[in-house]
């Protein structure tokens, strides 16, 4: 019987950076067996990304690397040689996923699309994670984080939350795109699973980060179709309070979608006089007066800290969050009490806390085997063990700069 | 080809608003069938949040939010706070394979529908309990949305100006990063299923699940204790990496990033070498990074004579990352969604045809679907009970009559 939920399954992953290496850091966590290809001599982009333990840059040091890979294996390969796209190929006619995030032009140019790879192993479920997806005109169009980010939406949306005239449009912190497109990856590649079952034959997923976080921008485009409403610049949200408020000491963000949470929220400020004024009697009203409205709200969270609002608000059931800061979120007490924070032993970054499990199974486990690979650490367990070739062989692989 | 990959699923869906929801969404749009179990006590809130379309009035079916994250499922108006409602909801999981709720902790067992109480009429079952912050320690139970969870992430604490309150992101964004969490353990946990028999209990935490995706901004932290703080669009180190305003207008803008010299070389190119890109403190990416405040205006000042579509077409045909920053309307009208067939089409009995957004995923050989619009409050009362789970018509009328369904 297996003991994790996807013992038995083998993943190979051609990609860089956060969407494919999270996509099967998901697989890999919860049991499955994943190779990941990385250039020879340079690895995976994420290698060369802050931050680096003790601020020192190196290969082996990146944080984000080490928490997206652990649990994997690393192998280098360069499939522009012929030695390198036949070993490739070998690793594909092996695995149930293939998990990639090159720019479609890139792996037809390598003669690695899904059309050849299928001859190969039909079984083969192939999730390619990139910025426009695999068809349409933009298909090849390059991007990072932010312009992934302003073709879905979200930026020009932001300005929607700033609400200064004319400010222009801010990306969020980190990579949430590639991350979210990473998870809807991880999902369809399951369901490509499931219909393999049924069909006797693998397929290819195909995720388009601008389509996910479109696809994530909350009833915008019906905003559109059904009102002609575009939301951002000074357009005001339809319904108040949703908006940051000013403390003492920092800030909180207040959300009543619900009239009885509003009412909560004034016994929580003690009842005070102008809450009874006729243009705050609902969430439209408070929507349309929200030029009145706000300064009055920030005058009672400028008497109390962040945590103060929180505590009380949330005694009153009221959704207010403070905005933490990595500390806080690091020594919160609710982590602990979770566990949800991992330590990692890493040969070269040594002992650390990562972020843990997202979630919890009761009978099959979210685990952490083993550290994130070094570089090539595993060219000799998989191309011996898996493949068949010997020692001798991976020395004249290295030698022609295939592995 | 044309069999439902989740032909034979059940999904009991007592999500709320858009984690909860959006999570069964997905399985019915793989032919999974899914019944939401709604009542007036418990109605999902988006039946009566925006859009609407102008001058239709308010009712319980038509809002926008509504249709788009409940096509293809079944609804049933059941009252589980009576005791012959929760024997009738009961009897919908006896038949389902996976559960989902995304109610405040202990909302469901209250009801007598927690975990134990499901397993005891289905051992089978994969529950997936999407809580805001899990089940152990001092914030367990409070209450949250989407939105204020970035806040409580430190995701907002990196997003924004230094000098303004933190951004929170123009969505409820905690939401679908729970979803799919979510799906992706409640299918791992099917397979576990198909090989040994066993359901399963699977909880998460919504603040967990933002904080997992962050690593950057934690290990910031752990491994250097620095805490990271707001700087607009600021990257780690390309540069140029702003929003640029066109030609368009105010709200207009294009996305440029700037990764490597060879990058820097193609975008001096476009903007056709002008003299100012020859000072050496623009030479190499950490002069660039140093002085991208300098140069922003510059390149600004170039971009404006441009618009949005042009300006990304001459920058990525010389292979530098560019894409127009589009509104929600723009998302619509953008030509690369279009040719892909990103937006689908239906009819709803109450809303007429619409656009919406579609899939977040093709499949070559199983492509998701859409088979039916979000269903009215209670439409499928008759089916469910009757059809499915076999009660005679009188018996459902006297449930209607006595409210337990209406």
């Known amino acids: ?403 | 080809m044309n069999k439902k990959v989740l032909e034979g699923i059940t999904v009991a869906d007592f999500g709320n608003a858009w984690a909860g929801p959006l999570f069964a969404r997905s399985l019915g749009d793989m032919g999974a069938r899914v019944i939401k179990v709604e009542s007036l006590k418990h109605m999902d809130v988006t039946r009566l949040l925006p859009p609407w379309e102008p001058g239709k009035g308010i009712t319980y079916n038509n809002s926008g939010y509504y249709s788009y994250m409940n096509r293809n499922k079944l609804a049933v108006q059941l009252d589980v706070s009576t005791p012959k409602g929760l024997e009738l909801c009961k009897k919908i999981l006896e038949i389902s394979d996976i559960m989902v709720e995304n109610y405040a902790f202990g909302v469901m067992k209250r009801l007598g529908l927690g975990y134990e109480d499901v397993q005891k009429v289905n051992p089978k079952i994969i529950y997936v309990s999407m809580t805001p912050f899990g089940s152990q320690g001092p914030m367990t139970n409070y209450v949250m949305y989407g939105r204020p969870q970035v806040y409580a992430s430190g995701m907002a604490y990196t997003t924004g100006y230094p000098d303004m309150a933190p951004l929170c992101l123009p969505t409820s964004f905690g939401d679908p990063v729970a979803t799919h969490h979510g799906l992706f353990a409640a299918l791992s946990a099917l397979r576990y299923r198909s090989k040994t028999g066993k359901g399963q209990f699977i909880e998460l935490s919504q603040w967990e699940g933002l904080v997992s995706i962050q690593p950057e901004n934690i290990m910031d932290y752990t491994l250097n204790k620095r805490i990271r703080v707001r700087q607009i669009n600021k990257d780690e180190f390309m540069a140029p990496h702003n929003f640029y305003r066109c030609r368009e207008g105010d709200l207009k803008w294009v996305a440029i990033a700037v990764a490597s010299d060879e990058e820097w070389a193609a975008l001096c190119k476009v903007m056709g070498n002008p003299e100012w890109t020859k000072d050496k403190k623009y030479a190499d990416g950490y002069g660039r990074w140093k002085n991208q405040e300098e140069m922003d205006p510059l390149i600004e000042e170039w971009t404006l004579n441009y618009e949005q579509y042009e300006l990304a077409e001459m920058l990525q045909k010389e292979g530098v990352a560019a894409f127009p920053c589009l509104s929600n309307r723009g998302l619509v009208e953008d030509p690369h969604l279009n040719a892909r067939g990103f937006f689908e089409e239906w009819d709803h009995p109450e809303i007429g045809v619409k656009k919406y957004d579609g899939m977040l995923w093709k499949m070559n050989r199983t492509p998701p679907r859409v088979e039916r619009p979000a269903p009215m409050l209670g439409e499928h009362n008759n089916y469910v009970f009757g059809e499915l789970l076999g009660l005679p018509q009188e018996e459902i009328d006297q449930l209607v009559k006595d409210k337990i369904l209406f």
């Open chain 1, 1 to 403: 019987m297996p003991d994790t939920a996807l013992s038995g399954l083998k993943v190979l992953e051609f990609g860089n950076l956060v969407s494919a290496p999270y996509c099967t850091k998901l697989m890999a966590d919860l049991g499955a067996e994943v190779v990941k290809i990385e250039a020879p001599g340079v690895g995976d982009e994420a290698r060369r990304r802050e931050p680096f333990a003790q601020d020192k840059p190196g290969i082996e040091r990146s944080g984000l690397y080490a928490y997206l890979n652990a649990n994997k294996l690393s192998v280098t390969l360069d499939p522009s040689t012929a030695v390198g796209k036949k070993l490739f190929c070998e690793l594909a006619g092996k695995v149930d996923f293939l998990v990639e995030n090159n720019p479609p032009a890139l792996m037809e140019g390598l003669g690695l699309t899904y059309e050849a790879l299928e001859k190969i192993n039909p079984m083969l479920i192939m999730t390619s994670i990139t910025p426009f997806g695999q068809t349409g005109p933009f298909r090849n169009y390059k991007a990072y984080e932010i312009t992934a980010y302003s073709a879905s939406g979200y930026g020009y949306g932001s300005t929607a939350c700033i609400r200064e005239p004319v400010m222009p449009p801010v990306k969020a912190g980190g990579r949430p795109s590639q991350f979210s497109a990473a998870q809807v990856g991880s999902v369809a590649s399951m369901f490509a699973l499931f219909a393999r079952d049924q069909i006797g034959a693998g397929q290819h997923v195909d995720v388009s980060i601008q389509e996910v976080m479109a696809g994530h921008y909350e009833s915008a485009i019906e905003h559109w179709t059904f009102a002609a409403n575009e939301i951002g610049g000074l357009t005001n949200p339809i319904l108040q309070p949703m908006l940051p408020l000013e403390c003492k000491d920092g800030w909180v963000f207040l959300m009543c979608i619900e009239d009885f949470q509003f009412d909560r929220y004034v016994e929580v400020m003690g009842n005070p006089e102008w809450a009874t004024n006729e243009l705050f009697k609902d969430r439209f009203s408070r929507a349309a007066y929200l030029d009145a409205l706000w300064p009055l709200l920030t005058e009672w969270t400028m008497q109390h800290t962040k945590e103060e609002v929180f505590q009380k608000a949330q005694a009153n059931r009221v959704p207010v969050a403070p905005a933490y800061n990595a500390e806080e979120i690091v020594n919160s007490p609710q982590l602990a009490a979770q566990h949800y924070f991992v330590e990692i032993d890493h040969p070269v970054i040594g002992k650390a806390r990562y972020p843990g499990a997202p979630y919890t199974l009761s009978e099959t486990p979210w685990r952490i085997e083993r550290k994130a690979p070094l570089l090539g650490e595993h060219n000799e367990d998989i191309y011996c063990g898996w493949l068949g070739y010997t020692r001798e062989e991976l020395v004249k692989f290295t030698e022609i700069g295939a592995i």
